[in-house]
């Protein structure tokens, strides 16, 4: 207990002013999360929709739930009424549901873009070209449920610490022309357990931890 708020501090102390620390909780248990809101947290992520739900349902109202996994259209409904940001957003279709299902529950949805910056083929996330277009469509109006916070992305899995700074580099320029076109663009979400220091130090405001918060999962 006395180390998980030592965990969180050290990793929020690391952001810089009003950035936004994000407990990655999968798979763990909501006894753990609440342990963790004891600490002060209230921001948490979580990658499957049936998880987010089940754990928004038993533990306090004022948690920012965020969206950080692959995120099915259909599913979209489940967590429209309550999530604080989604940042995977990585089609148009998932998009317009987004935009549907907010306008249902008479609410604006702050998203984020993913942008596909590994070089992995695995990764989900948009092509700088598919982003393009995306944007385009947004700042023409089309998605008026769905308010566009800034950019998310993942960097390779991989030891060669150049390589993902250049990843996190080339997010960090998106990011930049994004916030010159549009005002309330305020996030970008890049950094994990592994490589938040290097995401942070390319100018990260949002990290996303969750083994070097909770430790390892199964
Ligand atoms: C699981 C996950 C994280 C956290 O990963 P750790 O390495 O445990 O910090 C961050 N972002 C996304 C999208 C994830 O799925």
Not at 23 to 36: D, F, H, M, N, W
Not at 123 to 142: P, V
Not at 184 to 202: F, N, P, R
């Amino acid at each position: 207990m006395k180390n998980l708020c030592k965990q969180l501090e050290h990793y929020r102390q690391a952001l810089p002013e009003g950035g936004i620390l994000v407990a990655v909780s999968k798979t763990k248990p909501a006894a753990l999360i609440r342990q963790a809101y004891d600490c002060g947290q209230r921001d948490f992520g979580e990658n499957k929709v049936q998880e987010l739900r089940a754990k928004h349902e038993v533990l306090p109202s004022d948690i920012r739930w965020h969206m950080i996994g692959h995120l099915q259209t259909n599913k979209v409904k489940y967590i429209a009424p309550f999530v604080w940001l989604i940042h995977s957003v990585d089609r148009e279709k998932l998009l317009r549901e987004i935009d549907r299902q907010a306008a249902k529950n008479q609410r604006t949805i702050p998203v984020l873009f993913q942008i596909k910056i590994a070089r992995e083929e695995t990764k989900f996330g948009l092509s700088e070209a598919a982003y393009r277009d995306l944007l385009e469509k947004y700042r023409a109006g089309e998605f008026p449920h769905v308010q566009l916070r800034g950019l998310m992305g993942m960097a390779s899995l991989t030891p060669d610490k150049a390589q993902v700074r250049d990843e996190f580099t080339r997010l960090k320029a998106l990011f930049d022309e994004l916030g010159a076109l549009l005002p309330d663009i305020d996030y970008l979400s890049m950094g994990m357990t592994g490589d938040y220091d290097l995401a942070l130090a390319e100018g990260a405001n949002v990290i996303r931890i969750g083994s070097g918060i909770f430790g390892a999962r199964d």
